[in-house]
């Protein structure tokens, strides 16, 4: 009895501090996972507005692996496999999506003459733990940047990688723009990939895409290590009856 008390007290407290925990930055909150992105589960029962309770900032794709999301400041914006860039409207299903509330807790200048493996050791550089989850956002000019964005997918679904194998690939120059994107840890790999993983969208709206290579110019680093992770797993017969593997 004791303890139901306690915890009806804990809940109440809980709720009068519940617009203050909804906003936590330090929370990351991904919906489905890696595994199962993998494994060509691409149909999700999960929209973008309800994603967005759980972030202003984040990356994603959408149903039938159908383009690229990225997020940031509250505005979530799609690039499809025809290059055009849209913004995401709220009744739009994802089958993966990682949203945080974006808290710029590390910054530092991104290092000029660097191409993506290059700035992926500076990133490490910076991390406070090898363990942690880590949300990264880059402003800045990019003398050169290549992104991607898959190819709308038709039943019955290729896994991941085959999936990928003819994504549409655009060389871009002289870019400016933002970067939204994480960082996951090796041991949560079936979770996420343990690589600095980074979405693109051009100050003007007009180019976008997952972040393949790069040359950087100039621009600032804002880093979020995100210690409390939440996971919300697909709700949907094709999760229930994957195989995901076992340990
Ligand atoms: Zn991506």
Redesign the pocket.
């Known amino acids: 009895m004791a303890n139901a008390l306690l915890r009806s007290g804990t809940l109440a407290l809980a709720l009068i501090a519940g617009p203050a925990l909804a906003h936590d930055p330090d929370v990351i909150t991904q919906y489905s996972t890696l595994d199962a992105l993998k494994a060509g589960l691409y149909d999700g029962d999960m929209t973008y507005g309800e994603m967005a309770e759980y972030g202003d900032f984040g990356?994603g794709?959408f149903n039938a692996l159908d383009g690229?999301m990225v997020g940031f400041d509250g505005r979530f914006w799609r690039i499809t496999e025809d290059g055009v860039v849209s913004e995401v409207t709220p009744d739009t299903e994802t089958p993966f999506a990682v949203m945080t509330f974006f808290d710029h807790d590390i910054t530092f200048d991104l290092p000029g003459g660097s191409d993506f493996a290059a700035l992926s050791e500076v990133l490490n550089s910076h991390l406070t733990s090898a363990n942690t989850p880590v949300a990264i956002m880059i402003t800045g000019s990019f003398d050169t940047l290549t992104v991607r964005a898959p190819r709308h997918q038709d039943q019955p679904y290729l896994p991941l990688a085959e999936a990928l194998a003819d994504q549409a690939v655009w060389d871009l120059t002289n870019q400016s723009g933002t970067m939204a994107?994480y960082w996951f840890p090796a041991w949560l790999g079936n979770i996420n990939a343990p690589v600095w993983?980074?979405?693109y969208l051009s100050d003007d709206h007009s180019v976008g895409g997952?972040?393949v290579d790069l040359m950087t110019d100039s621009g600032s680093v804002s880093l979020d290590p995100s210690p409390d992770l939440t996971i919300l797993m697909p709700r949907n017969a094709a999760f229930d009856e994957a195989d995901l593997g076992t340990p």
Request: glycine share 12%; proline share 0%.
């Open positions: 990356v794709t690229e994107g993983h980074l979405h997952h972040v």
